[in-house]
């Protein structure tokens, strides 16, 4: 494994994201994200910890891959939202945005449930990966078509606790 991207990186970009996210929203307005589970985990914490007290959040689950590198091209529910989005400001936060297919999905029933407005925000973006074209408001670091871990990212749920985002090399897809 190769690191491409060093923890102090990461944290460095976290926090002028965390700004530029909060900068973006009527003062005072409530923020409520939804994480993506897994992969989002580690990128939601760090997110809504350097972010101020406005912020409110939720989990949400569904699976693309399986245990492989390949995405299926199916996306399904695994877990859903225990909070009601009508008129909230709503942030998906997300760990990676490949062929797009995962957030597409979400984007669409999410937005069938009425927040107030709704944007994305997406630790990694693979643009040459992307099979249909999705809007991604918020974007850590773009990458090259590598398959990654570490982050909350994992590979046979493996390395999802690692601190930096390495390659993984020998990849099969
Ligand atoms: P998409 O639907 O193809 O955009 O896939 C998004 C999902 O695939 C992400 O939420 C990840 O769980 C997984 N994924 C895509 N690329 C990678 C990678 O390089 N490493 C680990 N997981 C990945
Ligand atoms: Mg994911």
Redesign the pocket.
């Known amino acids: 494994m190769q690191i491409l991207i060093p923890a102090e990186r990461i944290q460095a970009r976290i926090r002028e994201l965390a700004g530029q996210i909060e900068a973006d929203y009527p003062a005072d307005d409530e923020i409520h994200l939804v994480c ?1 589970l897994k ?1 989002g985990f580690v990128f939601m914490a760090d997110l809504v910890r350097a972010m101020g007290p406005r912020v409110t959040l939720d989990f949400i689950a569904v699976s ?2 399986g245990t492989g ?1 390949k ?1 299926s091209g199916e ?1 399904r529910m695994l877990k859903d939202l225990d909070s009601r989005l009508e008129g909230r400001h709503v942030i998906i936060v ?10 597409t999905y979400l984007q669409d029933i999410l937005r069938a449930r009425a927040p107030r407005t709704l944007r994305t925000a997406c630790f990694l973006s ?1 643009p040459s ?1 992307r ?1 249909v074209d999705v809007t991604v408001e918020y974007v850590g670091f773009t990458i090259d078509d ?4 570490g982050y909350g ?3 046979g749920e493996r390395y999802r606790n690692l601190q930096d985002i390495s390659v993984l090399d020998g990849a099969d897809g």
């Open positions: 993506v992969g693309s891959y590198k995405s996306v997300e760990d990676i945005v490949d062929t797009g297919l995962t957030l693979k990966r099979v590598h398959f990654v871990v990212l994992d590979y």
